[in-house]
């Protein structure tokens, strides 16, 4: 199977953000997450993941600066590779979305990684199934423009460097965590706004 076809079948099952949101809920209100692993942590992390995108939703704003470039863009896909029990979705995909609600010809999709592995394994970070990973697509031939993920480069370091220093996954999950609190969704903006420009096709 080509990526080309890869694609075309992610987005033959993918949801809008708002569909994805409905469905997290849905699980979680029935104990349930995303994906295979039905844990009781990773339930407890799509709760607390929940309440993330709720509140990114209530307080982030986009910058006049990317109202602009958004809004030039013509007949996009953004297509997201995720689950609801990843901590990095739950910060940067409210984003993705409120960026994207600027222009109706830019289309925010949803898939779950778990279920599009083929097409997650054309997309990896440094050998692993890392999300969540934004694949910005040409509408109507479905060729890609440019891709963002999984992390702020920031929050990346962070977790490089902790992990190489051997530090415990929870000491360097919550640091992440506290850098995206701080961050206020500024630097997921600027790195997105960055992946425009690089390959900046809009029709005048």
């Known amino acids: 199977m080509s990526l080309q076809e890869k694609i075309k079948s992610a987005l033959d099952q993918s ?6 949101r409905q469905e997290v809920q849905g699980l979680f209100d029935k104990g349930n997450t ?7 942590n990773m339930v407890y992390y799509t709760g607390l993941n929940l309440q993330r995108m709720q509140k990114w939703e209530k307080h982030y704003e986009p910058s006049p600066e990317s109202k602009e470039v958004v809004q030039s863009l ?7 590779l995720t689950e609801g029990w990843c901590g990095d979705a739950a910060h940067s995909v409210p984003v993705m979305y409120k960026l994207s609600e600027l222009n109706p ?19 990896l ?11 910005r697509l040409e509408k109507h031939s479905l060729r890609e423009l440019g891709t963002w993920g999984p992390r ?3 929050a990346q370091n962070i977790f490089y460097e902790k992990r190489a220093a051997g530090i415990a996954k929870e000491e360097y999950t919550r640091d992440i965590q506290i850098w995206y609190a701080r961050d206020r969704g500024k630097t997921i903006e600027k790195e997105l706004l960055e992946m425009v420009r690089l390959n900046h096709t809009a029709k005048v």
């Not at 995303?34 to 009781?40: A, D, I, K, L, V």
């Not at 440094?126 to 934004?134: A, M």
């Open 74 to 80: 013509n007949d996009e896909i953004w297509l997201v």
């Open 152 to 154: 702020p480069e920031p």
């Open 34 to 40: 995303t994906g295979p692993n039905q844990s009781e």
């Open 105 to 123: 010809k830019v289309e925010l999709r949803m898939v779950l990684r778990d279920e599009n592995l083929p097409l997650m394994d054309e997309y």
């Open 15 to 20: 949801t809008t953000y708002l569909q994805y």
């Open 125 to 135: 970070t440094n050998g692993g199934r890392s999300i969540p990973k934004l694949l």
